[in-house]
Nanobody, 122 residues
Framework: QVQLVESGGGLVQPGGSLRLSCAAS????????MGWYRQAPGKQRELVAR???????NYADSVKGRFAISRDSAKNTVYLQMNSLKPEDTAVYFC????????????????WGQGTLITVSP
């Protein structure tokens, strides 16, 4: 019914940059918060960054000043620009959205992407 498709992951050297994209498709009425989470091996999933429909953002302390989240609401797409990448940024990154569907416009539902692996290594 609703699908999130992520792209942009891969292998990058320390200090490098990557840009993730996540596009939502389906019977979407509106999308409120869009965000990115990550999960490193042996660790819990954690919030990286999120952005509201009004453009307010918040970031994990570990990525402030290095990552930037943005959205194109017309395209139902969220982006994550990652600069100055460090080995500790290595993880599977998941796109997350809270949205309303045309079938149930009064109900918010949480949708996750399938995850994309980012490896930061020399």
């Amino acid at each position: 019914q609703v699908q999130l498709v992520e792209s942009g992951g891969g292998l990058v050297q320390p200090g490098g940059s990557l840009r993730l994209s996540c596009a939502a498709s389906g019977s979407i009425f509106s999308i409120n918060t869009m965000g990115w989470y990550r999960q490193a091996p042996g660790k819990q999933r954690e919030l990286v960054a999120r952005i509201t429909s009004g453009g307010n953002t918040n970031y994990a302390d570990s990525v402030k000043g290095r990552f930037a989240i943005s959205r194109d609401s017309a395209k139902n797409t969220v982006y994550l620009q990652m600069n100055s990448l460090k080995p500790e940024d290595t993880a599977v990154y998941f796109c997350n959205m809270w949205m309303q569907l045309y079938t149930t416009p009064s109900a918010s539902r949480e949708v996750w992407g399938q995850g994309t692996l980012i490896t930061v290594s020399p």
